[in-house]
């Protein structure tokens, strides 16, 4: 049998795949919402749909950056298409949205390479031959700092000015990097998954490492007690111990400069200061029966005060002759981050949420029924939440029962979200979220991804 880890891994594949691969529904969902639950009524019926068709004029690479208008998603004739490779991923932008980085791949040589554009100059500004498989911060002289395991999991800096990047801290061969952010000018906070002690009784366990670029990259390694992660032992096993598993979230607080650790199997939130390595568990009340495993999924609002949780529930169903493993979406809860309180809690299906610069909030819930034999899946549709009381504003049903939603990324106030989906192909719906209207919607063959904060699109055009 196959390891927890890769039945796990081959699980995620199959749902994406499966979900990339079905066919097309109507242009666009209806969208349905408590009566008066805002004015006007919001329009989705007749949203103009732009085609984006590939590019012939800018080189062989498929994929360019487009500087768009952030409504209609309309390209501005005065900025001429930037090449991207024939695969872009992993894109992250500065915090003065003057540069962005991300990777690209090239089909006929199947190299990777990391590139940098300066968004102010409309420009390439540099690139590197190696992969950034994990970017995880660019700074405003353009310095793109990454993660890669071309050599091993290695952290890297590449100079805006140079060709080539220096090693910052070689990592332990083991870490599984799930991600990483910045937590002071000098201090970097990388956390994810490793093989468990010896004797633990566990596969997998977290990990929270802090690099300190004053100590030559030093790394330090912070204990997190308790938090379960991989696969839950079960009363009795069989085929279906893969499928059974605890998967916490990791949320960063760039208000508090704290790592928030929602552990899977239990209502408790570590807390992690990366800086002085201190570790406080919060439990909270309320706390349901996991006993086959959950997967969380949490936002933090953008003044750091509240911790949105969503969950997905797995469920076993097992008899004489078959087994069943359901997953659900057991919906979203509000953690006040400075009592750990449980504010107020929604059971709508969702099971993954997004939170705008603003507050506002966008959630969507997915299901699935496996064994040996069959699998199958079903949507519950897009959601504007009010992140006040978790109510829903509008609710956007599924056009197939396998659309899945995400990512989502907004613009840089907060007021428009660029929803990402798939229905045939990809498409992309910008959503106005004081009204919940559908703006527009532009749909492309293979690649279709909105930078929201910066107004550049990623299309193979």
Same mark, same amino acid.
């Given at each position: ?6 039945? +796990? ?15 097309? =529904?109507?242009?666009?969902?209806? $969208?349905?919402? /408590? ?46 298409? #930037? ?6 991923? =992993?894109?992250? +932008? ?12 090239? &089909? ?12 102010? !100059? ?8 190696? @992969? ?24 890297? #800096?590449?100079? $805006? ?19 990483? *952010?910045?937590?002071? %000018? ?27 670029? &004053?100590?030559? =990259? ?14 839950? %032992? ?32 239990? %209502? ?16 909270? $009340? ?27 529930? +797995?469920?076993? #169903?097992? &008899?004489?002759? %078959? ?26 299906? #969702? ?12 959630? !969507? ?11 199958? *899946? ?9 992140? !006040? ?9 599924? *056009? ?6 995400? /990512?989502? @990324? ?33 749909? $492309? ?17």
């Amino acid at each position: 049998m196959a390891s927890s880890h890769s039945r +796990v891994t081959f699980v995620a594949i199959v749902l994406i795949a499966v979900a990339c691969t079905n066919d097309a =529904g109507s242009p666009a969902p209806e $969208a349905t919402a /408590p009566p008066e639950a805002f004015a006007p009524t919001p329009t989705i019926g007749g949203v103009p749909t732009t085609t984006l068709t590939p590019a012939t004029t800018v080189d062989s690479e498929r994929v360019v950056l487009q500087r768009v208008d952030p409504v209609s998603l309309q390209t501005r004739a005065s900025f001429e298409p #930037i090449p991207m490779g024939d695969f872009m991923w =992993g894109s992250k +932008v500065s915090s003065d949205g003057r540069y962005l980085a991300a990777t690209v791949n090239q &089909d006929e040589t199947g190299s990777s390479e990391l590139r940098l554009v300066d968004l102010q !100059s409309w420009a390439p500004r540099a690139s590197w031959p190696e @992969s950034g498989d994990l970017i995880v911060h660019v700074d405003e002289s353009g310095n793109v700092y990454y993660i890669s395991y071309q050599s091993g999991p290695e952290f890297r #800096i590449a100079w $805006a000015g140079g060709t080539k990047s220096s090693l910052v801290a070689s990592l332990p061969l083991h870490y599984s990097v799930w991600g990483a *952010e910045r937590a002071t %000018d000098r201090d970097f906070v990388l956390f994810g998954t490793k093989p468990a002690e010896p004797g633990s009784g566990n596969p997998e366990q977290v990990f929270v490492t802090t690099i300190d670029l &004053d100590n030559a =990259g030093g790394l330090t390694e912070i204990p997190v007690p308790g938090v379960n992660i991989g696969t839950v %032992d079960p009363v009795s096993q069989g085929p279906w111990t893969p499928y059974l598993y605890n998967s916490p979230s990791f949320t960063w607080d760039p208000v508090g400069s704290r790592l928030l650790v929602a552990h899977a199997d239990e %209502d408790v939130v570590s807390e992690v200061d990366p800086v002085s390595g201190e570790v406080v568990e919060h439990p909270m $009340a309320g706390t349901v029966d996991l006993e086959w495993g959950s997967r969380r999924f949490s936002a933090v609002s953008p003044d750091g005060r509240f911790l949105y949780m969503a969950t997905t529930a +797995v469920e076993l #169903i097992e &008899d004489d002759d %078959d087994w069943t493993v359901r997953t659900s979406p057991a919906g979203v809860k509000t953690i006040d981050t400075t009592t750990w309180e449980m504010v107020v809690r929604s059971d709508e299906p #969702i099971s993954t949420i997004w939170v705008s610069p603003n507050g506002g909030m966008l959630g !969507s819930g997915y299901s699935t029924e496996e064994s040996e034999t069959v699998y199958l *899946e079903e949507s519950t549709g897009l959601y504007l939440l009010d992140a !006040s009381d978790l109510s829903v504003r509008v609710h956007y049903p599924p *056009e197939t029962p396998s659309q899945f939603w995400g /990512p989502v @990324s907004f613009t840089e106030s907060g007021s428009i979200a660029y929803a990402s989906t798939w229905v045939d192909s990809p498409r992309l719906h910008v959503i106005e979220l004081a009204t919940g209207e559908f703006l527009s919607t532009a749909e $492309a063959t293979e690649t279709l991804e909105m930078i929201g904060p910066v107004g550049v699109l990623a299309t193979n055009r």
